[in-house]
């Protein structure tokens, strides 16, 4: 099994900078990608970004690009996501996940393992 912890999330003005992490621990998949996702009241969970093992592959949903960062530091078996200039449209449960696989550059198929999420809140 694999256990997934985010943590970072909380309360940030528009405008404003986050870093979530999400720490691995358990049986690693040192060959699969690591994926955010997110989730808002009242709609579906979407995709938010995914990097692969090596960190060379690194996509992002359309409206994230040029926002957010996800990077990665497999000593730690932890994965970051970088969120600057934070709108209130990004107010979400965070998500991380593992086991799956990338698909395209805009399609990442999440696996099995979910994190228990931390919620975004971005203030007008």
């Known amino acids: 099994q694999v256990q997934l912890v985010e943590s970072g999330g909380g309360l940030v003005q528009a405008g404003g900078s986050l870093r979530l992490s999400c720490t691995a621990s358990g049986r690693t998949f040192p060959s699969y990608a690591l994926g955010w996702f997110r989730q808002a009241p009242g709609k579906e969970r979407e995709f938010v970004a995914v990097?692969?093992?090596?960190?060379?592959?690194?996509y992002y949903a359309d409206s994230m690009k040029g926002r957010f960062t996800i990077s990665r530091d497999n000593a730690k078996n932890t994965v970051y996501l970088q969120m600057n200039n934070l709108k209130p449209e990004d107010t979400a449960v965070y998500y991380c996940?593992?086991?799956?696989?990338?698909?395209?550059?805009?399609?990442?198929?999440?696996?099995?393992?979910w994190g228990q999420g931390t919620q975004v809140t971005v203030s007008s």
């Open positions: 990097i692969s093992w090596s960190g060379a592959n690194r």
């Open positions: 996940n593992t086991g799956g696989r990338i698909l395209s550059s805009d399609s990442y198929r999440p696996g099995d393992y």
